[in-house]
């Protein structure tokens, strides 16, 4: 394919573009830094009809962008470990917006999914700009959010624990844009409050950072594919189906989030005063 065959259509005024006239199993340099170039721009590319993607340029795709994860749990493409299987009826329904394994020191720069099974009706996955969750805060609440950290947790019987500490505004690494970098699904506490005011201001950063007008929504067909910016984004899968979805998904790993060093030290209680640092408020059940 060439260049000059690829047209942009965005998908709503805060994120999100679709990409026409692009074959990703034939994907040269030039097609490439375009994609990427998009990707910067508008945070999630949706190129539909890719019905014949192989698992061999699915993950190659993948390697341009980066070293690709193999998922240590999660089930996989046979013969393929870089392609995690995501199906609806062994637990693939991630409806809870969230930032993927922020637990993690460096969690991924970003996912690329193709849906090969859809159901006839629902199952749209959501995802919202970080940016503009940023940019729209007043000037004195994201003074002080730039100082502060937040701790992002994962429990589960199955797997263990874990933990890791990242700036609350993220500074993206090729853009410089500052972000909101907290998520429902995985932030526990911001460890420079008090517990009480680590979660009044958490709650606001959820409750704010979900809002409509930074999001967009796509209807999936089968074959469809998603490549989204994990650095600057959060997305939501919409749990509205029964029928069984499948998609197959490459992780492409990241660096270590950055942002401003906290201008202040950690929250010590006071006497008896409760607070629990490793308590999870974010999902119950964790």
């Not at 693939?92 to 993927?100: F, Q, R, T, Y």
Request: aromatic share 8%; glycine share 6%; charged share 25%.
């Amino acid at each position: 394919m060439s260049i000059n065959d690829l047209r942009v259509t965005p998908v709503s005024g805060a994120l999100g573009a679709r990409l026409h006239g692009l074959d990703l199993n034939d994907v040269d340099d030039a097609v490439f830094e375009r994609v990427h170039e998009l990707l910067l721009r508008h945070l999630v590319l949706f190129v539909p009809g890719q019905v014949g993607l192989t698992p061999q340029a699915h993950v190659a795709l993948g390697r341009r962008f980066g070293e690709v994860e193999v998922h240590p749990f999660l089930p996989k493409v046979d013969s393929h470990p870089e392609l995690t299987l995501i199906e609806s009826d062994k637990g693939g329904k991630a409806d809870e917006w969230h930032i993927d394994v922020t637990f993690t020191p460096t969690p991924p720069m970003a996912s690329i999914l193709h849906l090969v099974t859809c159901p006839p009706t629902g199952g749209d996955t959501m995802w919202s700009n970080q940016y503009l969750a940023y940019e729209t805060l007043s000037a004195p609440f994201r003074e002080m959010l730039d100082g502060l950290t937040a701790v992002h947790v994962l429990r589960a019987p199955e797997v263990g624990e874990f933990s890791a500490e990242h700036p609350v505004v993220r500074v993206h690494p090729e853009t410089g844009r500052r972000s909101l970098y907290v998520t429902r699904m995985w932030t526990s506490h911001i460890p420079q409050l008090s517990r009480d005011e680590s979660d009044a201001v958490l709650q606001h950063l959820f409750d704010h950072s979900e809002s409509p007008r930074f999001s967009c929504r796509y209807q999936w067909q089968a074959g469809d594919v998603a490549i989204w910016d994990n650095r600057a984004t959060q997305h939501l899968a919409v749990n509205d189906y029964t029928e069984y979805r499948r998609g197959q998904r490459v992780t492409v790993l990241g660096d270590r989030p950055t942002g401003d060093a906290p201008r202040w030290k950690e929250y010590e209680r006071a006497g008896d005063e409760r607070y629990w640092p490793r308590r999870v408020t974010a999902k119950s059940g964790y």
